[in-house]
């Protein structure tokens, strides 16, 4: 296939053909390490200048960047962002190629790379390499995603526009290239499965140690989505502690001892039986109805905000907002959650369109936090968008202040979705967040759980107690820890110092406590071997390749901090902002105030004439006036474009919205079953479990109507006469059990494959017929009798 995305020159737009990408990813346990190696040539008579903008999820560490040109290869160093901007420029000046590599100062999930001086007729290999923690979801899957989707994000009118929306699109460049993704796997247990929702896998499990695997692309990638794999283990929830032996580097300063200090990562499950809250709670859910949720993604949103809304508990209070370039809410302040108000829910719900223009989720987060918070019920705040925003940092400040009353769970629906906001939204609101591709139909599963979490209370008072050998101390990452959740996954990274006569031998053990109730403690332990001191690295071309946990524990202290610059002022913050440069350049890993730079001293071919802009108009784009949306393809940028902006250009062009592509095709693994196969008959069976379920009640029950019979598939009189005769069948209440008692068959009996989304559904059912039945009939009873009625 050709390439819709390379290399362009500033002075004539021309294009250098990528020739080739190839993806290393060996993944091990719980984090992965990447190396992203991408090959242009230059065929134009002409040094020439470029930008290289690319998406990384806000978890992972730029660790390493080098270039190799006319065949000398240069490795960037960490610099104070300011400093290797002038680096870059004087390199520039001189006449030398340089590459700048730094993360924007709109978002810690955008970077750019500056390609400075290339020389004519000759080939740019560059490399790129970070490290990431891989999450685990509820199933025990790890999953791993190479992002390749940076869609455009929305700034307010206000505010300094995007630089993800000044990438221009080009035409296809003639030459094909080849995309390679090699994976080496070292999983913790046995692997069970490996699977993907984007793309087939050829996938090899070692015959002798069924914990490793190899694993590439069959075909080509489709650059309109993420690449996404998913491992499956024996044993996903086994705890682990991972050590790392301290590193000195030769010639790396490392003023604090980050790297040549041992790191131990402690991957930790709690699970606990929360106690019953009497608290219900109030319930808020933010959907992004913005242009590029069109198609199958506000669908999706439909059928979840109903599957939500059905889940709710009695007695509790909600509210619907939609949200766009404007905001509507179903009601003016949260309502109880009864029929009347239920029914103008789901109508809502049913009429959810992607209507309302741009992403602007500033104001209607604005007005949730205006609203005083419904005495007696916490409020829980569900945000679910599939994009990002260029005033992020404004977004998660709010959020951060309203922390103490407000708990905040967020989704993230379809490639390209800012990593940055909905993590950041869900760690400042003490939540938890989720991601979905496009196409994958867990969304309602993963909101139900969302949902599940917010009606219980959480652990409090969470501490992390360490009993180290003699001689040694822990410097813990991160120093405090948020509220946790029974059953989610808890990462904690240990820096160990030790003193000249510290103790080599014996265990070091973690125990994890917290506040189970006011009278009820949680604790968890794990024991990890007492680590050597440090190993001396002089030799090692790149030592952070073995450095892994190292890097990963650096990025999680400057994100900290990074969090916590919004509340330090004066001199604490300066102090801040210096630990973090200081750990950024021990660790040789990037942050928002330093970048990666390289200059290639040897090389002396100026630039000839100005570096004039140049702009290449999209073939498909059609922008937002006056931001009343223009319905239009969107146009998504990859991982691997390169593309002619000047640097000193980027912030003065105007904010665009474009809307979602025709929706793609979602591929299924070869080795595993095929996740297309059935299709029909799945969504089939979600539009009658659907149907089933938006007929229930707010108190839990359902109605005997004429709808309901037919989704039993018998006839209306037998199923009357099959009604136990301690249920008076012939009055309203007598009608609301029996229905009651079908449905519920229905739902155990047909639809078992989502038990996870009508779990709560279902629970609330049961709990309003046990309250409901005539003492001589037992809740087993009345089911079963239902059971044979339907022959389910």
């Known amino acids: 296939m050709a390439s819709t995305f390379g290399l362009l020159q500033k002075q004539n737009g021309s294009q250098i053909p990528l020739e080739s990408i190839k993806i290393q990813a060996d993944l091990q346990g719980f984090t992965a390490q990447v190396v992203a190696s991408m090959k242009y040539t230059n065929n134009e008579e002409n040094p020439i200048e470029a930008i290289y903008i690319f998406p990384l999820d806000e978890q992972a560490a730029v660790c390493g960047f080098k270039a190799t040109v006319g065949g000398r290869t240069i490795v960037a160093q960490v610099q104070g962002k300011e400093e290797a901007r002038d680096t870059y420029d004087d390199a520039l000046s001189s006449g030398q190629s340089a590459f700048l590599l730094e993360e924007s100062d709109e978002s810690s999930d955008i970077f750019q790379i500056s390609v400075g001086n290339l020389p004519p007729k000759k080939e740019a290999l560059v490399e790129l390499r970070f490290v990431t923690e891989l999450s685990v979801e509820t199933e025990g899957r790890v999953v791993f995603v190479l992002p390749t989707v940076l869609n455009p994000r929305y700034s307010p009118a206000d505010s300094a526009p995007s630089l993800s929306t000044q990438i221009p699109r080009v035409a296809s460049v003639d030459s094909p290239y080849s995309f390679e993704l090699d994976m080496k796997v070292k999983a913790t247990s046995a692997i069970a499965e490996i699977t993907s929702p984007t793309n087939v896998l050829v996938v090899e499990i070692d015959e002798i140690n069924k914990a490793k695997a190899k694993v590439s692309l069959e075909g080509a990638h489709n650059f309109s989505q993420d690449v996404v794999v998913h491992i499956l283990t024996k044993e996903p929830f086994k705890p682990q502690a991972i050590v790392e032996n301290g590193i000195k580097i030769k010639d790396r300063e490392d003023k604090e001892g980050f790297m040549a200090s041992p790191v131990v990562m402690l991957n930790l499950y709690p699970e606990f039986k929360n106690p019953e809250s009497s608290e219900i709670g109030e319930f808020v859910f933010v959907i992004d109805r913005s242009g590029s949720m069109d198609g199958s993604r506000i669908k999706s949103a439909r059928d979840t905000l109903l599957l939500f809304l059905k889940s709710l508990p009695d007695g509790c209070y909600f509210n619907v907002v939609g949200f766009g370039s404007s905001f509507t809410t179903l009601f003016k302040k949260s309502q109880l959650y009864d029929d009347e108000n239920l029914k103008k829910a789901t109508d809502l719900a049913q009429s959810l369109e992607a209507d309302l223009g741009g992403t602007e989720i500033l104001q209607p987060l604005q007005w949730v936090f205006s609203q005083p918070p419904v005495k007696g019920h916490p409020r829980q705040l569900f945000v679910l968008s599939d994009g990002g925003v260029g005033n992020t940092a404004e977004v998660l400040q709010l959020v951060k202040n309203h ?65 180290l050998p003699q001689g040694w101390v822990v410097q813990q990452i991160p120093s405090t820890l948020s509220p946790l959740f029974s059953g989610d996954r808890l990462v904690i990274y240990g820096l160990l110092k030790s003193s000249e006569n510290a103790s080599q031998d014996g265990e070091s053990v ?69 630990r973090i440069i200081s750990v950024s350049k021990s660790a040789n890993v990037a942050s928002k105030f330093t970048s990666f730079v390289a200059v290639d001293k040897e090389n002396h071919q100026p630039i000839s004439g100005p570096l004039t802009i140049r702009r290449v108009p999209s073939l498909d784009v059609c922008y937002a006036t006056s931001l009343k949306f223009l319905k239009c393809k969107e146009v998504r940028f990859s991982f691997f474009s390169f593309l002619s902006i000047r640097r000193s250009s980027i912030w003065r062009r105007s904010s665009k919205k474009m809307s979602r592509p025709i929706e793609q095709r979602t591929k299924s693994t070869r080795w595993a079953s095929s996740s297309s196969v059935g299709t029909s008959q799945s969504t089939k069976s979600l539009a009658v479990v659907m149907t089933l379920i938006s007929m229930q009640k707010a108190s839990g029950a359902w109605d005997f109507t004429d709808e309901l019979v037919s989704l039993c598939g018998i006839n209306r009189a037998t199923l009357v006469k099959s009604c136990p005769t301690e249920i008076a069948f012939g009055t309203t209440k007598g009608k609301l059990l029996w229905a009651t008692a079908l449905a519920l068959v229905l739902l155990r009996g047909k639809f078992l494959d989502r038990k996870d989304e009508w779990e709560m559904i279902a629970e609330k059912a049961k709990k309003w017929l046990n309250k409901s039945l005539p003492a001589a009939l037992k809740y087993e009873s009345i089911v079963q009798y239902a059971a044979t009625a339907t022959g389910v």
Request: with cysteine; aromatic share 4%.
């Open 403 to 467: 922390s103490s009353t407000t708990r905040c769970f967020t989704f993230g629906i379809g490639s390209g979705a800012s990593t940055a906001l909905i993590r950041g939204l869900a760690r400042a609101g003490k939540g938890t967040a989720e991601f979905v591709t496009d196409h994958d139909d867990r969304l309602k599963a993963k909101v139900i759980k969302a949902l599940k979490r917010a009606l219980q209370p959480v652990i409090t008072d969470v501490s992390v107690t360490w009993d």
């Open 510 to 578: 973690v125990r994890l406590q917290g506040t189970l109730s006011q009278h009820e403690r949680m604790e968890h332990l794990i024991t990890f071997p007492t680590p050597t001191t440090s190993i001396t690295t002089d030799t090692v071309e790149d030592p952070n390749s073995s450095a892994i946990l190292h890097c990963l524990a650096a990025q999680k202290f400057i994100q900290v901090k990074q969090d916590d610059l919004s509340d330090t002022n004066g001199d604490k913050l300066e102090d801040s902002k210096s």
